[in-house]
């Protein structure tokens, strides 16, 4: 290697190892400054999300970026929106629906009540999804669903149940292999570009905003629906989402995880069975 080319080397590793200082700095600021912890995020997601706030914000550094959020609370907000976990979709996941549906709804029956929790809800499509789900089945109107998210603000569009017309109707097919017992149509209202489920399936959800990396549990479910959340977070934090996913869960309830999600780093793996092979729906075996 040229003496040139190994300075260029050296100066790319620098600018690298000072630009990992600034975010570390960046989520301690936001930490005492907002109580939001990040520290425990991959790195490469929470990189991604900082660039496109300092896009969005105008700001050239990421150190000048962190004066402006430091300073301005609305700029902590926005960041929140940027990074905050949202991928979400009505039956993005068909097959751990069908599996809700087919496996763990006739243990629900059997139980006066039912408590759900749908962690990291985000725009709520999946609150929607389940609510289809518990009502088609005749467990709506027992059925107590917690909806929390790290973010205020998609909690805000997750209450109003209106989502692109175009984009529901898309998730028809989805909805089918679902199990589904006849139209998703027939759970919302379509008025200009928009579809509005019905009101209904929120009749009976709490939506409230949890921390996942700070907060403690807060009931005893029968099922918990965490998807695409865990995958952001590196292995510490998943296992400190794992424990309290573990004690938040009755015994014999059930867990359910997005498709690129397993329980490698649940400290309690061994206390699950997975309830159908390929499908992330695992119950819980004893305390």
Known sequence: MRPGDQAAVRLETSSAEVEEIEIKLLLEGIRL???YDFREYSLAPIRRGILTAMAGEGTPTISAYQDRLLHDAACMQRFLGVVGVNVTGIFRDAELMRCIREEAIPVFRTF???????????TGEEVYTLGVVLAEEGMLERTSVYATDLNEDTLAVARTGSYAQDKVRRCEEQYRRSGGRGRLSDHYTATGRSARFDRSLQDNVTWARHNLVTDASFNDFHLIVCANVLIYFRPALQERVHRLFYDSLVRSGFLGLGKRESLIYCPERNHYEQVRDGVNLFRKLRW
């Open 112 to 122: 006066p009540s039912v408590r759900i929790w749908v962690a990291g809800c985000s």
């Open 33 to 35: 400054a907002y109580g």
